[in-house]
């Protein structure tokens, strides 16, 4: 069921506005209590920079979504949602973590306590949020060259910044010298889908 159809004619909810990014929902300015955040979006963007972006404008989130791998939930719990409640959930259910959430009230599901208990026990790299995006897109098998142009950083930049990566996922003892490593810190820090758990 779609959120315009669930929340119609609810006597305490309201949708507001509706975008296919962030970006584009801060834009329209409207006066909201609760973003319903997919992990998806048309952009390609990452759950935690979302978040990220979204709570600096005052805005608390509860995640709507589908059948997303655990990496991507995972990432978005890190980030400091509300919680997580699934696209397919009773209407009645998705109301009540709607109108929970709106209150400040965490919602705890199944979904958020998988990707909690899921979350693998390792040193955080302290990774800065640029260099996030450079990982995400480099370990996903993007050439450098091709990075800087997605990010708007230059090739010398973007080599740069692997290499401190390199150097701050060797500090906690998680080695990142080839590209082959870079993927697997990034699948385990939930910033990639590993392929030992295709979707559904």
Known sequence: MGVWALLAGHPRL???ATASTVAGLLEQDAALDLVLLDLRL???SLPHANVAELQQAGLPVLVFTGAERSSLVRLAVKAGVLGVVRKTAPSAHVV???????????????????????DPDLPD????????????????????????????????????YL???????ASVGRSARTKT??????????LLPGPEHPGP
């Open 14 to 16: 309201e949708l507001s």
């Open 42 to 44: 048309s952009d390609g």
């Open 96 to 118: 009540a973590a709607i109108l929970d959430a709106a209150e400040g009230r965490a919602v705890m599901t199944t979904e958020w306590a998988a990707a909690v208990d899921g």
């Open 125 to 160: 790299a302290g990774l800065s949020e640029r260099q996030l995006e450079v990982l995400a897109l480099y370990a996903s098998g993007e050439k450098a060259e091709r990075v800087a142009r997605l990010t708007g950083l230059s090739a010398h930049t973007v080599n740069d």
């Open 163 to 169: 290499g401190r990566i390199r150097a701050k996922y």
């Open 181 to 190: 490593e870079l993927y697997q810190r990034a699948v385990e820090d939930g």
